[in-house]
């Protein structure tokens, strides 16, 4: 079974509201589709190629990080820059890509993520 990109973006927005974001932070679905079925998540601080190729080699249909990939406008997406190939990648892998900076932040982030520890 898995449900849509969207169903977990909304649960992230109702803890943390893209709306509490600095306004010169970019969150939000950066890459990808809300509708696409989600089976499996990797969360990371940033969307590294490292954990961009084993989300597409390990099935993962959604990565949420804490940075943003895209902060700058682009000029262009090829595969020429770092950038360009993780786009590209998630892109041709039908991998959604969601970030939550500053709206995470004001949230607690530390405390949160240390209240499992």
Partial sequence: MSIEAKQIINIMNAWAPQSLAESWDHPGLQIGNVHTPVKKVLVAL??????????????????????????????KINTDTSTGRKIVRLIGQDISYYAMHTNFDVMGMADAAADDF
């Fill in 46 to 75: 940033d969307l590294t190629a490292e954990n961009a190729s084993y989300a597409a080699d390990n099935g993962v249909n959604l990565i949420i990080s804490h940075h943003p990939m895209i902060f700058k406008p682009l000029k």
